[in-house]
T-cell receptor, first 113, second 114 residues
Framework: GAGVSQSPSNKVTEKGKDVELRCDPI?????LYWYRQSLGQGLEFLIY????????KSGLPSDRFSAERTGGSVSTLTIQRTQQEDSAVYLC???????????FGPGTRLLVL | AQSVTQLGSHVSVSEGALVLLRCNYS??????LFWYVQYPNQGLQLLLK??????LVKGINGFEAEFKKSETSFHLTKPSAHMSDAAEYFC????????????FGKGITLSVRP
């Protein structure tokens, strides 16, 4: 079956622009996670969704970052007024339920110029 | 709070040699532990996981890891390295909490010499 997919695979933007990153989880997976992978910080948790609600947003680095999930499926991570330090690979993962194995997508590589 | 320590950032072995990648964890509750592998420009792929069943866990591609509570360790091993094992390896910890978010180590890059 299909795994987790993310789009775009690469995104180059200018400082100050807004970007949207999309994640399509594995069908039927109720839990969805966003992580960020950067050279300086390694892999960091950003936000967790259970269904359409986000009970844990503790990893979002600033109020420029937001995310939503609709229909218990697709999720969008939005970064407003991008900064150069936002450059990273953004990874999405999903699991059948919280505590089950998380399956990762290929990531979106974001470069802010 | 939970954390993972992966000492060193790079390990180099010869093809056919033993692979040993170290992982130590800190968790105030019984942990679930994972090893993921990341090949260049790809996402993370699960190698194996420990979820409080057998302490010796076998994964894909000939890898295995042993959970040692007394040493708070979950080291990854493979008896004989292949060139295709060259990648970055991440140890991660979580627990059966409200969301089970993963806390990752910094990762170790494995190089395999011919």
């Amino acid at each position: 079956g299909a795994g987790v997919s993310q789009s775009p695979s690469n995104k180059v933007t200018e400082k100050g622009k807004d970007v949207e990153l999309r994640c399509d989880p594995i069908s039927g997976h109720t839990a969805l996670y966003w992580y960020r992978q950067s050279l300086g910080q390694g892999l960091e948790f950003l936000i967790y969704f259970q269904g359409n609600s986000a009970p844990d947003k503790s990893g979002l680095p600033s109020d420029r970052f937001s995310a939503e999930r609709t229909g218990g499926s697709v999720s969008t991570l939005t970064i407003q007024r991008t900064q150069q330090e936002d450059s990273a690979v953004y990874l999405c993962a999903s699991s059948l339920d919280p505590g089950e194995t998380q399956y990762f997508g290929p990531g979106t590589r974001l470069l802010v110029l | 709070a939970q954390s993972v320590t992966q000492l060193g950032s790079h390990v180099s072995v010869s093809e056919g040699a033993l692979v040993l990648l170290r992982c130590n964890y800190s968790s105030s509750v019984p942990p679930y532990l994972f090893w993921y592998v990341q090949y260049p420009n790809q996402g993370l792929q699960l190698l194996l996981k420990y979820t409080s069943a057998a302490t010796l866990v076998k994964g894909i591609n000939g890898f295995e890891a042993e959970f040692k509570k007394s040493e708070t360790s979950f080291h990854l091993t493979k008896p004989s390295a292949h060139m295709s094992d060259a990648a970055e390896y991440f140890c991660a910890v979580t627990y059966t909490g409200a969301n089970s978010k993963l806390t990752f180590g910094k990762g170790i890059t494995l190089s395999v010499r011919p």
